[in-house]
């Protein structure tokens, strides 16, 4: 009787590891994304002809809080302009916007890092400011980068990206 209850026990437990399994496999947990969503991880170091564009593809793949991507971006021929995207924010979760900040941090710094990996030295000028509780949700400077010519340097950082 003990025998039949082990190998009863022993037989429940192997069918609902491959049921797992299975559907692990069946989700595709074990293999690579594929498809326009992951479109911007495969070709995000551009071509040199990208001009200012090409660091910003680095900058939206930053981390961000719970993938809100609390950013938008205005382009210039030598300049880009961080806006914070503050409808874009986590509500009574994040009242001071604590956390959509430091997704915009993250941001600028994948961009000045792939900047100067693809030769452009990138001034950073965060606009002054102060985390206030529930301001209005309208899009909101928070800095300017200006590019110029330099010397491509790569960094473990770059690489990380």
Sequence with gaps: MKERRR????GLGVAALAGLGYRAWD????????????TAWAA?????TDGAKRPL????????PHNTQPWLFSVGENSIHVLADRARN???LDPFRREMH???????????????????????KPVDGALV?????RPAL?????????????DALFDAI
């Design 102 to 124: 430091l997704g915009l941090g993250a941001a600028i710094e994948n961009l000045a890092l792939a900047a100067r990996a693809f030769g452009m030295a990138a001034n950073v």
């Design 57 to 64: 593809r680095a900058a939206i793949l930053a981390a961000n």
């Design 90 to 92: 986590l509500g009574t």
């Design 142 to 154: 928070a800095a300017q980068i200006a590019f110029a010519p330099t010397a491509a340097f790569r």
């Design 7 to 10: 190998f009863l026990v022993g």
């Design 27 to 38: 989700r595709g947990v074990w293999t690579e994304g594929q498809g326009d969503p992951y």
């Design 44 to 48: 995000w170091r551009g071509e040199d």
């Design 133 to 137: 509780p529930l301001p209005d949700d």
